[in-house]
């Protein structure tokens, strides 16, 4: 089953699910552009953007699913 995990960089989901993008976009979150995205964590970006890693981490997931 696939899942993305808090752990995984944000470039490494970015390029495993592209399709999840969008929800990126949606919540501001220049990640695709971003060249930080290829070293932080989906736990980092969540924080410096100060959104819920959790909250965020479900909807990543629901996406690919």
Same mark, same amino acid.
């Given at each position: 089953?696939?899942?993305?995990?808090?752990?995984?960089?944000?470039?490494?989901?970015?390029?495993?699910?592209?399709?999840?993008?969008?929800?990126?976009?949606?919540?501001? #979150?220049?990640?695709?552009?971003?060249?930080? @995205?290829?070293?932080?964590? $989906?736990? +980092?970006?969540? #924080?410096?953007?100060?959104?819920?890693?959790? @909250?965020?981490?479900?909807? $990543?997931? +629901?996406?690919?699913?």
């Amino acid at each position: 089953m696939k899942k993305i995990t808090r752990n995984m960089t944000i470039g490494q989901i970015i390029e495993e699910y592209p399709e999840v993008v969008n929800v990126f976009q949606r919540y501001s #979150m220049g990640c695709p552009d971003c060249p930080t @995205a290829e070293r932080d964590s $989906l736990e +980092k970006g969540a #924080m410096l953007h100060g959104m819920d890693v959790e @909250a965020l981490l479900q909807e $990543l997931n +629901k996406r690919i699913k």
